[in-house]
């Protein structure tokens, strides 16, 4: 039986480290602030705000709950992130995507300030991802893959990582933290020629596909640590990963759950995202 790599202890040791700065800040008079943009009312969009604002809450983090219409244009969202980027009681904000399709998303990206950019959307976060420069933030999720690895002490120095999947949001931001730890990495797509092939020469596979159970015994060899970032409903109507549960208890030496694994970490990343955002802003009007 392969073991399971939870998310709630690793978002715990998150969640102490975050709470101690935001007691620091409030001792100063600064109250850490999270800006959540939402347009319309999408239900994985509203999921996703109120999984934030219940983490706001219970991080001592105050939120500002900008919603707007659907069909907002995209001058008037650019004029209200530019209100958000010379706020300076917000320290980070969040923009919920996908955006409805009559806006363009690279100019919503770029309209964000950086240091704002707590969820790692802007090109200037992205560069620094990239570049292994301390510029900006990481895709939270991304990121969120990193944090189960170090906290139950998996060293990617030397190890053969395969991630499945080349989003901006998970699979090619979190190749390039594991290439800054010193795996050598593989990155597959939907384009690529046998998957399963790449995967099952891997020590570790980050699946970040969006395909429920895709990931089955034909990828996995043993003793392998697999990383699922999926979140899927399956043909039960039950949330589930894009790794074939079973599978990777009968091959692997650890796995992720979902739910209960990276998706439970993170919030915890960005709230630790925001709080630190204001630490810097702290800094600076000193």
């Known amino acids: 039986m392969a073991e399971l790599l939870k998310g709630v202890p690793v978002a715990a040791a998150i969640n102490a480290r975050t709470a101690a700065d935001v007691e620091m800040l409030k001792g100063k008079g600064v109250e850490p602030c999270l800006a959540i943009v939402q347009l319309g009312n999408n239900d994985a969009d509203t999921a996703y705000a109120t999984s934030a604002k219940k983490k706001c809450a219970s991080s001592g983090v105050a939120v500002k709950d ?22 300076a009681a917000v320290h980070g904000v969040l923009i919920l995507r996908p955006l409805p399709a009559h806006i363009n998303d690279d100019n919503i990206r770029a309209a964000l300030k950086p240091e704002k950019d707590i969820d790692g959307i802007t090109d200037i976060s992205l560069s620094g991802v990239f570049t292994g420069n301390s510029v900006g933030y ?74 429920a159970g895709m990931v089955d015994s034909s990828y996995l060899s043993e003793g392998q640590i697999l990383i699922d970032v999926g979140i899927n409903v399956n043909a039960e109507g039950k949330l589930c990963g894009d790794v074939d549960s079973s599978s990777a208890d009968e091959a692997a030496a650890a796995y992720t759950p979902v739910p209960g694994g990276v998706g439970s970490v993170t919030t915890s990343v960005l709230m630790s995202h925001v709080v630190n955002a204001a630490k810097i802003a702290a800094e600076k009007l000193r």
Do not use: F
């Open 66 to 87: 900008v919603a707007l219409a659907a069909d907002i244009s995209e001058a008037e969202l650019i004029e209200k992130i530019n209100e958000l980027n010379e706020d």
């Open 138 to 211: 990481a895709p939270c999720t991304a990121q969120a893959c990193i944090e189960i690895l170090d906290y139950y002490g998996i060293n990617l120095k030397g190890k053969d990582v395969c991630v499945i999947g080349r989003s901006l949001v998970v699979g090619r931001p979190v190749a390039m933290m594991a290439l800054g730890r010193n795996a050598t990495v593989t990155v597959c797509s939907s384009a690529t020629v046998d998957t399963p092939a790449h995967a099952r020469q891997a020590d570790v596979i980050i699946a970040a596909i969006g395909k």
